[in-house]
């Protein structure tokens, strides 16, 4: 087994930070009636900010100070998004709130050609989600987590190598009680490479069972099995941004982090989305919503991305957004394509409907459709409006005007002779439609093309029974 | 041979109603007399074409039809930005169209029109792109034309006769006018110049003379072939 442990160092900062390219000075506080702060950016620290300070005395040192009290709920969701992004690369996540993650990568080593590159494809990853994390590699669960806490990129590969790698990490990154730590201090122990020079007997006895055991697990002495956490369904994410936007460009930059998690989610589960809502959560408003749709399932960042700037640059913004959520539709089986033999002699599908989905996410969905025939003998009924690239079986060839008008138009004129400006000269028909006595739309007509002398031809009909009124109904264009 | 003759042989004598054939990727229109006039031998791919016309309903649409009804056997799309009228599916199919490859656009302004017809030019796959815009002014056709030579497709902007009148950046401008039971076409401007007789065009039969030569694709690059002497190619006249 071969553990790697990522951890997010300030993670309730982190995740105000990762919603914005550059924010001003940003504090995490304890909330409550005297706030105290937990966490400060880096802006916040050259005003000379620090962890500890009572917010009262930071507003004196920056007034534009933005100030948000800590989530540990929000973390808590954070993290386990942040778990469904990782699920692509291994199938063991479990979590270690509040802000680590393990994963079991041993298996995974030959499907990413070994450590080096399943590491760097992590950084990668983690970067593009606004992540700043440490990994640290370990044959065990807890190593990994000591390491990662401890010292930064340390890779461990070997279990006979664990002993010296957590040698000179200090005892305070165990998971034990503040009397023990201090404790040790006291005795001169301060690194876990001197804790385990200690007699275990003696260890056991002044410290209990429990020490004894951290250290065991770490070392691979004793089993140390992790609960794998289960991804949801369906990917739903919150964003809070650091300060409030209005603008489309600040938004997709935000909106791309929750993207790039919910593209890592859809790898792990081998699918793709064909509907994605985003929530525009405004202050004292309803928030805005955005609905993506795709005509085929999708898990491309960029793809997505694209349209959602699409759809952003026709939206109206009521307010300022606070924060954004993404929630996707249950994910759907991508669908399954053979190579060619020959590249390039087809166009990609995926690059087909690239286009229908861009016109629609800007023009809206009704906008863009296809056309096809429909077996009926009332011309106004005898097609439909489908979806783009429905086929349907070819109906009677007849001739028919290309242009139909989207009512028919009364023409005056009466006896033998419509007029639409000036009277106009049939030329073929009549052909008689007679249908539709069944669900009340019944049509008995006859059906003439008819020239107007300038070269242009109508389709027009008479109706058989009662007025006898011409009617036009198409032009052939 | 007489002498009139000999004197016209010479490649340095241009005649009047002789274009430089240039090598244009086209499809063919479907007409025989209409191909032997158009610079390419049929509907230019990549670039726009102005159809100029005042009136909807001449035969605008059975002039494209052919060209229209072979696209549409590729799996690339045929796209009406905004047309007029509802277009009429039973019609087309007559007319040869794979009805599976046609959209639909509706658009609520000439703005909306003009940036969707702009992205579908732009596309790929699209094989075809025919716009009623409204007004297009010479600006937006410049922004379709750039658009069209990166899709590499056909691209047909429907305009009013009276803009024949104004200079525009498309490479070919064709006038429509109806005449009796035909369509009358007057080439405003073509790539390799020279002045273009007018057509008449039987729309509802066409001459099929270019339709066995066809690549898959359903175009046809013909050669540059010495029809008028080069140094005559700058009369890209703007019509």
């Known amino acids: 087994m071969l553990w790697a442990c990522l951890h997010f160092p300030d993670f309730s900062l982190q995740l105000l930070l990762r919603g914005s390219r550059a924010c001003g000075p940003l504090v995490v506080t304890t909330g409550g009636n005297r706030p105290r702060i937990l966490s ?68 995974s080593l030959r499907l990413f050609a070994g450590l080096r590159p399943l590491l760097s494809r992590l950084r990668c990853g983690l970067a593009d989600l606004g992540y700043a994390a440490d990994i640290a590699v370990a044959p065990t669960p807890s190593a990994a987590w000591l390491l990662a806490r401890g010292g930064a990129g340390s890779t461990v590969t070997d279990p006979s190598g664990l002993e010296a790698a957590l040698a000179g990490l200090p005892v305070s990154l165990l998971d034990q009680s503040k009397e023990t730590t201090r404790s040790l201090a006291l005795m001169g122990v301060r690194t876990i490479g ?81 509907r994605l809502k985003l929530n525009l959560q405004h202050e004292d408003r309803k928030p805005t919503v955005a609905i993506l749709g795709f005509s ?48 390039e002699d087809r166009l990609p599908e995926e690059e087909r409907w690239l286009i229908i989905e861009h016109l629609r996410a800007r023009l809206g969905p009704e906008a863009v459709y296809g056309i096809a025939t429909h077996p009926d003998h009332r011309p106004e ?46 030329i073929a028909g009549p052909e008689q439609i007679e249908s539709g006595w069944w669900d009340g739309s019944d049509a008995t007509r006859d059906y003439f093309i008819a020239d107007d002398g300038n070269g242009r031809r109508f389709w027009v009909f008479r109706e058989r029974q009662g007025t006898k009124a011409w009617f036009l109904q198409g032009m052939f264009a | 041979m007489s002498a009139l003759d000999f004197v016209l042989q010479n490649p340095t004598v241009w005649r009047g109603d002789q274009y430089a054939k240039v090598a244009v990727e086209s499809v063919s229109t479907g007409f025989a007399e209409l191909d032997m006039q158009l610079p390419g031998g049929g509907w230019p791919r990549a670039t726009i074409t102005e159809l100029l016309l005042n009136q909807q309903g001449v035969g605008e649409l059975r002039l494209l039809a052919p060209a229209l009804a072979r696209l549409s056997q ?63 002014s010479s600006q937006a056709l410049r922004r379709l034309q750039l658009a069209a030579e990166e899709g590499k497709n056909l691209g047909v902007v429907f305009g009013p006769t009276r803009s024949a009148a104004f200079p525009s950046p498309a490479p070919l401008r064709i006038q429509l006018t109806a005449g009796r039971n035909r369509l009358e076409l007057q080439i405003l ?45 700058f009369q890209h006249g703007v019509a």
């Open chain 2, 74 to 136: 590729n799996e690339k799309w045929l796209v009406l930005v905004r047309p007029p009228h509802l277009p009429y599916a039973p019609g087309f199919e007559s007319l040869g169209v794979n009805l599976s490859r046609l959209v639909v656009v509706k658009t609520r302004s000439d703005a909306e029109s003009l940036w969707a017809a702009e992205r579908c030019l732009r596309a790929v796959s699209c094989a075809a792109v025919l716009a009623w815009p409204g007004c297009a």
């Open chain 1, 194 to 274: 001197e804790c385990l020079l200690l007699p275990r007997e003696g260890l056991a006895r002044r410290f209990g069972q429990g020490l004894l055991d951290e250290l065991d697990r770490a070392l691979g002495k004793l089993p140390d099995p992790r609960p794998s956490w289960t991804a949801p369904s369906r990917y739903k994410s919150r964003l809070v941004l650091p300060a409030p936007v209005q603008e489309t460009e600040p938004l997709l930059f935000a909106a791309n982090r929750l993207i790039q998690e919910l593209t890592g989610w859809l790898r792990m589960k081998q699918a793709g989305i064909t």
């Open chain 2, 189 to 233: 401007k073509r790539r390799g110049g020279g002045w273009a007789p007018p057509l008449s065009l039987d729309v509802d039969h066409p001459a099929c003379t270019a339709c066995s030569e066809g690549d898959p694709e359903g175009g046809t690059t013909r050669a540059l072939s010495a029809c008028a002497p080069p140094y005559r190619r």
């Open chain 1, 296 to 343: 085929r399932p999708s898990r491309d960042p960029r793809r997505i991305l694209a349209l959602l700037r699409e759809r952003l640059s026709t939206l109206i913004l009521p307010d300022r957004v606070e924060a954004i959520a993404l929630e996707s539709a249950e994910a759907q089986p991508l669908d399954s394509r053979n190579l060619s033999l020959f590249p």
């Open chain 1, 381 to 426: 009924l005898a097609w439909r409006c489908c979806e783009p690239g429905t086929d349907v079986a070819a109906g009677m060839p007849v001739k028919r005007p290309l242009w139909l008008l989207e009512q028919p138009k009364r023409l005056g004129g009466d006896g033998d002779q419509p007029v639409l400006d000036m009277p106009l000269m049939l």
């Open chain 1, 40 to 107: 400060c950016s880096l802006e916040a620290r050259t005003h000379g900010i620090a962890p500890g300070m009572a917010m009262s005395a930071a507003y004196v040192l920056s007034p534009q100070l933005a100030e948000h009290p800590r989530d540990p709920a929000a973390e808590r969701r954070a993290l386990e998004t942040a778990a469904a992004w990782a699920g692509q690369f291994t199938s063991a996540v479990s979590l270690l709130p509040p802000a680590a993650l393990l994963l079991e990568i041993e298996g």
